[in-house]
Nanobody
Framework: QVRPVESGGGLVQAGGSLRLSCAAS????????MGWFRQAPGKEREFLAA????????YYADSVKDRFTISRDNAKNMVYLQMNSLEAEDTALYYC???????????????????WGQGTQVTVSS
């Protein structure tokens, strides 16, 4: 089983940047898609970005595609989310997740992801 563990969250001023990391231990060839989501208090879990381990293809939510970048390091089993130009509205708990679905890396539905981390808090002060 994949066990995603997020890190890198914290407090940042509006306009600043953060890079979140996700250690995906236990990853196998059947776990080909990794995604980042976030959830703010009182809101539904929101898809941000997804990446294919095998070919590195990426997919983004329209709301973040100009500011966030997802990447991966296959050798280290790490996935990253670089977040720039952060806004107060980006404040949320950020989750890394792994999907066992091997086709169509543009997976935006949380139900498509089988394994989830505990989340890392990002707070953006205005």
């Amino acid at each position: 089983q994949v066990r995603p563990v997020e890190s890198g969250g914290g407090l940042v001023q509006a306009g600043g940047s953060l890079r979140l990391s996700c250690a995906a231990s236990g990853r196998t060839f059947s776990t080909n898609i990794m995604g980042w989501f976030r959830q703010a208090p009182g809101k539904e879990r929101e898809f941000l970005a997804a990446i294919s381990w095998s070919i590195g293809s990426t997919y983004y939510a329209d709301s973040v595609k100009d500011r966030f970048t997802i990447s991966r390091d296959n050798a280290k089993n790490m996935v990253y989310l670089q977040m720039n130009s952060l806004e107060a509205e980006d404040t949320a708990l950020y989750y890394c997740a792994a999907s066992q679905i091997t086709t169509n890396y543009a997976r935006t539905n949380p139900a498509d992801y089988s394994f989830w981390g505990q989340g890392t808090q990002v707070t953006v002060s205005s």
